[in-house]
């Protein structure tokens, strides 16, 4: 199982576009084989910034979905809300031991 985690940072007066379209590409990336959760959040002390955590039950399942046309009409119009780069981590959920 891995999990991606990635941080988006939105011009504030594309905020509705923005959660529009996040929200028809999350019904149907939920959909996807191989995909156990996707959701959005918003940070609490910023609202320009956007965090996904999405949940798969490997990497190979991640290669489909980067080319699906719901994720292509979403990054079109993302990329437009976007005033930084956004920043994508692939973790898995084994802990590290801090003792």
């Known amino acids: 199982m891995i999990y991606v985690v990635a941080t988006l940072t939105i011009k504030p007066e594309t905020r509705a576009e923005f ?3 996040a929200t028809a ?23 320009t910034k956007m965090v996904f955590v999405e949940q798969w039950e490997n990497a190979e399942a991640l290669v489909p979905h ?3 046309e719901h994720m292509k009409t979403f990054g079109r119009i993302a ?10 981590e692939v973790i898995t959920p084994e802990k590290v031991e801090t003792r």
């Open 19 to 21: 959660i529009a379209a």
């Open 25 to 47: 590409c999350i019904k149907e990336t939920r959909k996807e084989p191989g995909n156990i959760a996707y959701d959005m959040h918003e940070s609490v002390t910023d609202p």
């Open 66 to 68: 980067r080319g699906m």
């Open 79 to 88: 990329v437009k809300c976007f005033t930084a780069p956004p920043k994508v």
